[in-house]
């Protein structure tokens, strides 16, 4: 086979490049301001239609210590399904805020937590027949809550300001006065983060 030589300089320099941001990838260093987006997703376990459902996530942190950092992001967790055909499905959206811990391994691989709050919104419509009138009506529910959020995970230093983060995420959203909107979640996304 055939080997055009500016192809082996090419396939030569990015594999030195790699190699090279590996070697200046340190988990036992990282402090400062980050952002990162995620994409994944996730399974609803109970409450209603056991589906799984897109998951959407942009973020802002900041790494205090190795060990220790904090988190804001902006949540999409896509289209839940219905519980009954009564209901329209909904888009459920969030803002969460959360403490994360971090175990560096070696230079390149951590283990991290995070445990917060998560205030999310929600839409659904219903019909219903009423006797009163003999007709169809119709009617929405709005919801804003705010519910607690764990999540696990490890990440892997690509360089010195690039991240990637495999992460499990676990929700519980209740719906006061729907509890049959009531939900256990298990997301799992997988998230690119640049350091500064």
Do not use: C
Not at 54 to 65: H, M, R
Request: charged share 15%; no cysteine.
């Amino acid at each position: 086979m055939d080997i055009k030589p500016s192809r082996l300089l090419l396939s030569s320099a990015l594999t030195v490049l790699l190699f090279a941001n590996a070697a200046t990838a340190d988990q036992n260093s990282d402090s400062g301001i980050y952002v990162s987006g995620s994409a994944g997703k996730n399974w609803i376990q109970s409450g209603l239609p056991e589906e799984n459902t897109t998951v959407l996530k942009a973020a802002v942190g900041w790494q205090l210590s190795p060990h220790l950092g904090i988190e804001l992001s902006y949540d999409d967790l896509g289209k839940f399904p219905a519980p009954t055909s009564v209901y329209t499905d909904f888009d459920l959206t969030g803002v969460s805020a959360v403490v994360t811990g971090h175990l560096p391994l070696s230079e390149n691989i951590a283990l991290f937590a995070k445990a917060g709050q998560i205030w999310w919104s929600a839409d659904s419509s219903f019909f219903f027949f009423s006797r009163s009138t003999g007709m169809n009506s119709t009617g929405k529910l709005s919801f804003s809550e705010s519910d607690a959020l764990m999540g696990l995970g490890a990440s892997y230093e690509l360089s010195e300001q690039l991240e990637l983060e495999l992460e499990y995420n676990y929700y519980q959203f209740d719906f006061p006065g729907s509890p049959r909107l009531n939900n256990k979640n298990s997301a799992m996304v997988l998230s690119l983060k640049w350091e500064f």
